[in-house]
């Protein structure tokens, strides 16, 4: 991704959805497009008008800490949010206005031999890693059965979420609350385009969504960056009916962007009960094969 346009696009698209009541700014008139104007953001931030404009434009190397704290809080940017604006002016410092090549040849994770041992021994919760682009790179077996359907529609090697929810009709039956994941899955896309902004696979990625789902390149219109920490989640499995799981990331230390994400259920409830009776099946279609 260019790094200017993703610059612009992202601080637009944070200015757009401020509103003047939101800072205490009487809203006057003339207001043509939504949100606030520049000079009320650069007069927040505390910088010139002229000097959030060349900001806006993508000429955000050598931006102080400073100046990339003030604009977060004048644009009332999340954590997720000031993360990628910092980022993006990294990557811009890097590239100096210079395009830099997409990258190729990427080696694939893969699990250790003790990562293996340590997502067997999890039988009791569903576990699954996988990448910033959403690739499923390992999973024990309850995770597996927990993404059965993904896991045996994918068309790809790795199984990737964000082809699953966009391309496969049945996402929309397995999750309940598909529209949200829906904006979740792009976020995290985004967030890692922020990341590793010259990874060919992602490029390829996102290409090939945009070209196949009118519902991702709207929400990838949008800029929304997201991190994978913790929440809940609601599945409808077609062997077990509703469950409502928790889920906490994990990050793998050591290595970029790898995430361990660990479902559990309320001890004593129904989605408890359906998450061990998935084990239970599970386990002896396992020792079956």
Known sequence: MDNHS??????????????????????????????????????????SVEYYSRL??????GASEAVLDGLAKALRLDPAEREHLYRLAHQGAQSSGRTR???????PWTPEPSMRWLLDSM????????????????????GGALVADMITTATTHPPNFARYIFLEPSARRFYTDW????????????????????????????GELSTRSDHFRELWGRHDVWQHVAGVKRFHHPDVGDLELAFNGLDL??????????????PGSASHEALALLGVLASTQHHAR
Not at 123 to 142: C, K, P, S
Not at 190 to 195: K, M, N
Not at 253 to 266: L, P
């Open 253 to 266: 230390v050591g290595q970029d962007a790898i995430q361990m994400t660990v479902f559990t259920a309320a």
């Open 123 to 142: 039988t009791d919760a569903a576990a699954l890693i996988g990448n910033g682009r959403t690739d499923l790179l390992a999973w024990n077996t309850l």
């Open 56 to 61: 806006e434009r993508g000429a955000i190397a």
């Open 6 to 47: 993703e610059v612009r696009e992202f601080l637009m698209s944070r200015r757009a959805r401020i509103e003047p009541e939101d800072v205490g700014l009487p809203r006057g008139g003339d207001r043509r497009v939504p949100g606030l104007r520049r000079g009320e953001v650069a007069a927040l931030a505390g910088v």
């Open 101 to 107: 090549a997409r990258r190729t040849g990427e080696r």
């Open 179 to 206: 529209d949200t994941v829906a904006a979740v899955n792009v976020a995290q896309l985004r967030t890692e385009a922020g990341r590793d902004p010259h990874s060919k696979p992602l490029h390829d990625l996102v």
